[in-house]
């Protein structure tokens, strides 16, 4: 029989094995101060971790040993380490952080500092942040890059377009029109389209990410806010504040599908890997709603914390 000490060297990739197994779902608890750690397989939470005051963007690193968490009143970047399920450290950030997003390639953390009007990046490999860049519309909420990781897309709360960022270039180049208040960002896997959601005309905008412009417009739910995409890139999620909904939309045609009652005041989502659960942050029922992705029906309500932001799966 093996010895544990023998087995010492290799409990790392046993756990790392069992994490891709199973992925865990994070959900930013803004009333609380805490992340909740959902086991997918179980829809249970599993685990709750302190990250702040106010916790609202969230994204996992690529290893998914890190957790990046912005805590708006103490304007920081909050470092969650996941393997002990403690605070690592922090990055100090421009006034009011909210959405946290990382490029597909694992380089950068993006945060939207809504005062300050800037996109911090932060260098994975180093924890520092390296540059911050000013966008036109005022107060950003929501920056997502593109498959590629070359560019990034920002939403802001005050504004009628997306902006576009080029990495390289490390400033933005462009301005998409879109409707009032535009909130959640989604690209295709290929990086052909972006589906933008508006939330003051409940309309969700489709552009064409070849010629950085809109070329389809779509009626949502009442007040749309949150987008999420299946891996494979055949239907994308909406999620619809004042009705308690999720719209569900056919790339193929862009047109919507299927509207799934959820709690109160869904938010922002993710999808397991495999494409077949959509969680749903609702902060006004303090909980997270699983949805199957093929059925479009809600199938769990798990209670969390005190008014979730948001959900980052890995």
């Known amino acids: 029989m093996m010895s544990l000490v023998n087995l010492w060297p ?18 930013p608890n803004e009333g609380s101060g805490t992340v909740s750690v959902i086991d997918t397989s179980t829809d249970q939470v599993i685990k709750t971790i302190p ?14 040993t890190k957790l990046y968490v912005s805590d708006q009143p103490h304007n920081a970047l909050v470092i969650i380490d996941l393997i002990k399920g403690e605070i690592g450290g922090t990055i100090d950030l421009g006034e009011s952080p909210e959405g946290v997003g990382i490029s597909p390639d694992g380089k950068w953390v993006v945060v939207a500092s809504e005062v300050t009007n800037a996109i911090s990046f932060i260098n994975t490999a180093t924890g520092k942040k390296e540059f911050s860049v000013k966008t036109e519309g005022k107060n950003p909420e929501h920056a997502e890059f ?3 990781s070359k560019l990034l897309l920002v939403s802001a709360e005050e504004a009628e377009q997306v902006d576009v960022i080029d990495v390289a270039q490390r400033k933005q180049i462009k301005s998409i029109p879109v409707g009032k208040r535009p909130r959640g960002i989604g690209f295709l896997p290929d990086g ?7 939330e003051f005309v409940s309309k969700v905008y489709v552009i064409d990410m070849a010629k950085l412009e809109v070329k389809t417009v779509l009626p949502a739910g009442n007040f749309s806010n949150g987008v999420a995409i299946t891996p494979d890139g055949k239907r994308v999620f909406i999620s619809n504040g004042k009705d ?10 862009d047109q919507i599908i299927g509207t799934i009652p959820v709690g109160k005041r869904p ?4 999808i397991t890997p495999d494409g ?16 199957d992705t093929d059925a479009l029906k809600a199938i769990g309500e798990i209670k969390v914390g005190e008014l979730p932001w948001g959900v980052a799966i890995r």
């Open 10 to 27: 290799i409990l790392p990739l046993l756990a790392a094995s069992l994490a891709m197994a199973a992925p865990n779902a994070y959900v």
């Open 276 to 291: 077949k659960k959509l969680y749903v942050a609702c902060g006004r029922s303090n909980a997270v709603f699983v949805v």
């Open 192 to 198: 052909s389209k972006a589906y933008v959601a508006s």
């Open 267 to 270: 938010w922002n989502m993710a």
């Open 51 to 64: 990250a702040g005051k106010k916790p609202r963007g969230a994204a996992v690193s690529k290893d998914g």
């Open 146 to 148: 593109t498959p590629d």
């Open 244 to 253: 308690a909904s999720v719209s569900a939309i056919d790339t193929a045609t």
